[in-house]
């Protein structure tokens, strides 16, 4: 079977995006414990890989600069906002040329691997407006690495993959529910509380997606049943 | 004056670009400790950044798979190579996307502290052949950060610079023997030994510059110097 690297974050997004790939490739999957706020993501990532019986890899790296909000804890998450605003203007949360990083070293492994794709989670539509999550910049990248690589100049170049892009989180999560995705083991809360905090973008954009998909988020009641005891 | 971020990997076509670089900008230096086979050249790089005055930042990073012989120990370098058969092929030294991750951990350093370019000493010319070195990728790179970045998108994108990349070694060396490029602290060799072992690509190349420079290597008189005690 084909391989493809799949980037995963511990979100939904990225959860529903490993079992579509699973469809047609045999997943490697890659994990980045990058400096963000907390760990817990990187945890369920590494469980919801394991569900999938996909071997994964945790890279930690360092950023050379933490000025945005989710790498540095004294800069405050942005709350409350509207989701219908969330994709017009660049939020706090925006750490520098992440995706690009991540693509970079994903790209690298599947050529060490063989792998023919590499697929990540992307979404740009409710989206908190980052523009290393637009069609744009997928398809310049896309370029790049048709131009920079030996897969690339050989003409069998490794392509980024991006299944979600275009759905809203309600069409992901109804996609994601035909596929199994065990959305239970999924955590997208910005911060690393013991529940989510329902109130940071990736909470609100979560709970609304749910909400016009018809489903209970599974997640939220497992927290609740860990809280309870 | 305007900043910049100058990859400096220890050998003389990066010394020589952040030579360049300084005529114009503030350099911030950037450097790689990826597992490469030796430290040597890090150790160089550093040296060079300190006798430019320039800050650097010295980034350790892991590479996912190991699959070329500048990471591989058990991978044998390509030795004796002719210089005019080197760009027509990629080499085992061919490191999978090494360029596409430098390039973006220096664009996401660029953002951080406001700088306005990176500059990098590619060179297409008299080169080993990497696909990540050549004109087209970094036009395709370019694109990607435009498209990608906050920057980017605010019309302020941050622009990878080689201004080095279609010029001769011997060119190359001349222009920094008029900046005064201290090349006496370069280090160009694959390996780590004592000396340069004269026999890989990249000291088969710097040989052959120096030679057509019509000038003496002042880092081989060193190394000799060092030898004798």
Same mark, same amino acid.
């Given at each position: 079977m084909k391989r493809a690297i799949v980037l995963l974050s511990g979100g939904l997004d990225s959860a529903t995006t490993l079992w579509i790939a699973k469809k047609h490739y045999k997943p490697l999957c890659?994990?980045?414990?990058?400096? $963000?706020?907390?760990?817990? !993501?990187?945890?369920?990532a590494k469980k919801i890989a394991a569900e999938a019986k996909c071997v994964y890899k945790v890279m930690k790296i360092g950023l050379p600069g933490k000025t945005d909000s989710l790498t540095n804890l004294s800069k405050p998450l942005p709350?409350?906002?509207?989701?219908k605003n969330m994709g017009k203007s660049i939020p706090a949360t925006y750490v520098p040329a992440r995706n690009i990083i991540f693509?970079?070293?994903?790209?690298?492994?599947?050529?060490?691997?063989?792998? !023919?794709?590499?697929? =990540?989670?992307?979404?740009?539509?409710?989206?908190?407006?980052?523009p290393d999550c637009t069609p744009g910049f997928f398809r310049a990248f896309n370029r790049a690495i048709e131009k920079g690589t030996k897969s690339g100049v050989n003409s069998?170049?490794? =392509?980024?993959?991006?299944?979600? =892009?275009?759905?809203?989180?309600?069409? =992901?999560? &109804?996609?994601?529910?035909k596929l199994k995705v065990p959305y239970e083991l999924t955590w997208s809360c910005y911060r690393g509380g013991?529940?989510?905090?329902?109130?940071?973008?990736?909470?609100?954009?979560?709970? !609304?997606g749910f909400k016009k998909a018809g489903m209970k988020d599974p997640a939220a009641s497992r927290s $609740? &049943?860990? !809280?309870?005891?």
């Open positions: 890659l994990i980045f414990d990058y400096g $963000q706020r907390h760990k817990k !993501e990187v945890n369920h709350v409350n906002r509207l989701t693509l970079s070293f994903a790209v690298s492994y599947a050529e060490t691997v063989n792998a !023919e794709a590499v697929f =990540i989670g992307a979404n740009a539509v409710d989206f908190s407006g980052y069998k170049s490794i =392509i980024i993959k991006t299944p979600i =892009i275009n759905k809203t989180k309600a069409e =992901i999560i &109804r996609i994601g529910r013991v529940k989510p905090c329902g109130k940071c973008d990736s909470c609100l954009l979560r709970a !609304e $609740q &049943r860990t !809280e309870r005891g």
